[in-house]
C-alpha cells in the first residue's frame, strides 16, 4: 500500500493547525511541508519557525521539502525544528557540500532525501543513493502547486528503482507534483510508494476517499 503525503503549499494558511488536524483524521500517512526560498525557486513559503510550530500540533512524519539554495546551511535547524524526513535538491549546490548536508541529516537521527527536478536525468542521482532513505522525482517544476503531471517522469522513476535495488534497496521513491486520482496509479505501477498530493487533496469532495484512493 502507498503512502499519502498531502502538502500543506495547498492548505489554508490561517488554519494550519485545523487542516493537518483534517489530514490526520481523513487516514493520510504523512504531512508534506514545502520550503521555498525564492531564489532556488521563484516562490517565497515557509520556513523553520513554522516547522517548529507545526511540530507539536500533528504525530504524523513532517516530510519537509527544502526547495532552497544551499541548504546545508540549514538542514539542523530544520532537523531540530522537527523534520522526520528532510529532502534537499541534487541541483542547489556543490556535490560535496550535498553528501555533507545528508551525513548530517542522518547523523541528527533524521531520515535523509534528495529530489531531482523534471529535467535533472536519474544518473545524477548516483553519487548520493547510498546515503539516502528517499529520493523524491517532482512530476511538475518545483515552486507552485497546481501545475499539470509530468506522465514522462515515469522512465526516471523505474530508472532509479532499478539503480537502488542494486545498491540500497531499503530506500524509498517519493513522486511531488500534479497526482490525483488518475495520475496516482501509473505513479505506484512505475515505483513509487510515497506519493504528495496538494490541491487534489484539499480540493477533493470526499478527502477521506481520495486518502484510500491514493493508498489503495
Given amino acids: 500500500m502507498a503512502k499519502i503525503a498531502p502538502s500543506i503549499l495547498s492548505a489554508d494558511f490561517a488554519n494550519l493547525e485545523r487542516d493537518i488536524h483534517n489530514i490526520e483524521e481523513m487516514g493520510a500517512d504523512w504531512v508534506h511541508v514545502d520550503v521555498m ?4 525557486v ?8 513554522v516547522v517548529k510550530a507545526l511540530r507539536p500540533v500533528t504525530d504524523l512524519p513532517l516530510d519537509v521539502h527544502l526547495m532552497i539554495d544551499r541548504p546545508i546551511r540549514y538542514v539542523e ?14 541541483e542547489a549546490d556543490q556535490p560535496q557540500n550535498t553528501l555533507a548536508a545528508l551525513d548530517k541529516i542522518r547523523e541528527l537521527g533524521c531520515k535523509a532525501a ?13 553519487p548520493y543513493l547510498e546515503k539516502c532513505d528517499m ?25 532509479l528503482r532499478e539503480m537502488l535495488d542494486h545498491v ?18 501509473v505513479c505506484k505501477e512505475n515505483g513509487a510508494e510515497v506519493l504528495v498530493a496538494g490541491s487534489a487533496y484539499f480540493k477533493a469532495a470526499d478527502r477521506a476517499a481520495f486518502v484510500k484512493t491514493i493508498q489503495g
Avoid: Y
Avoid at 526560498?37 to 532556488?40: K, N, R, T, V, W
Avoid at 521563484?42 to 519557525?49: A, D, E, M, T, V
Avoid at 540500497?168 to 496509479?185: F, K, L, P, R
Fill in 114 to 126: 534528495i529530489s531531482l527536478k523534471p529535467r535533472t536525468p536519474a544518473e545524477a542521482a548516483i
Fill in 37 to 40: 526560498d525564492g531564489i532556488f
Fill in 77 to 90: 535547524e530544520f532537523v531540530k525544528a522537527g523534520a522526520d524526513w528532510l529532502t534537499i535538491h541534487v
Fill in 168 to 185: 540500497n534497496s531499503s530506500c524509498i521513491i517519493e513522486v511531488d507534483g500534479g497526482v490525483d486520482a488518475n495520475t496516482h496509479a
Fill in 135 to 159: 529520493i523524491l522525482v517532482m512530476t511538475v517544476e518545483p515552486g507552485f502547486g497546481g501545475q499539470k503531471f509530468m506522465a514522462d517522469m515515469m522512465p526516471k522513476i523505474r530508472k
Fill in 42 to 49: 521563484p516562490n517565497i513559503s515557509i520556513g523553520i519557525p
